[in-house]
């Protein structure tokens, strides 16, 4: 079975400071991870994903993630936060059938 | 190129009621699948189709059933409605094949369910 677990429920940065959302996974396969934002009355859209190739994963808006093997961790780091990163943050494991999702990560961003 | 659509953006509907969800996938994808996202939670899986069959499911009652079209649309049914069906119904479709392009999924607007 697979699980994610997101450290934080919220987080509040000031406007130019870094962005660091938490995420801790368990697989017992070489996992598949995802970010996913969710602005209010929206869908999820894909910040970024690790699927075994480099273990810095760029994507897009200027958020990257670090996959760490030894951590069972998939942190989502930006480094000067914008008022438009206000949102919901998901980290996601899976396959290609399902994905399992994180409870989320509020982010607040103070002018 | 449409993404995801999804209809109705809102519902309410009364315990014990049945409803169906639909979804147009993104142009040029195949599979389909269905997530349930409760207030202040983040989605769950419930059913991914492909070639108009279930082909994963979730920890989900089968009061909750689905269908894919052959113009790989699809719908999501819920019988016998509970307070606790109350929530975000997403929509995601993918294209199907090997390979890690193939694992990313495009989420629709979602549907609100509320039942009273």
């Known amino acids: 079975a697979q699980s994610v677990t997101q450290l934080g429920s919220h987080v509040s940065v000031s406007e130019g400071a870094l962005v660091l959302l938490r995420c801790n996974y368990s697989s017992s396969v070489p996992p598949y991870l995802f970010w996913y934002v969710q602005y209010p009355n929206q869908g999820l859209q894909l910040l970024l994903k690790y699927t075994s190739a480099a273990t810095l994963v760029k994507g897009i808006n200027g958020f990257e993630a670090e996959f760490k093997k030894s951590e069972t961790s998939f942190h989502l780091t930006k480094p000067s936060a914008h008022m438009s990163d206000a949102a919901e943050y998901f980290c996601?494991?899976?396959?290609?059938?399902?994905?399992?999702f994180g409870s989320g990560t509020q982010l607040t961003v103070l002018p | 190129d449409a993404g995801v659509t999804q209809s109705p953006t809102h519902l309410i509907k009364t315990r014990g009621q049945q409803v169906t969800l639909r979804c147009s996938p993104k142009?040029?994808?195949?599979?389909v699948s269905w997530y349930q996202q409760a207030l202040g939670q983040g989605p769950q899986f419930i059913f991914q189709?492909?070639?108009?069959?279930?082909?994963q499911r979730g920890n989900f009652p089968d009061r909750f059933s689905g269908h894919q079209f052959p113009n790989y649309s699809s719908e999501l049914n819920v019988n016998a409605l509970l307070l606790g069906d109350s929530a975000l119904y997403l929509c995601?479709?993918?294209?199907?094949?090997?390979?890690?392009?193939?694992?990313?999924?495009?989420f629709g607007p979602g549907t609100r369910l509320t039942v009273t």
């Open positions: 189709y492909y070639e108009e069959e279930e082909r």
């Open positions: 142009s040029g994808h195949d599979t």
């Open positions: 995601a479709s993918k294209k199907s094949g090997p390979g890690e392009f193939y694992y990313e999924q495009y």
């Open positions: 996601a494991v899976g396959s290609a059938r399902q994905l399992t």
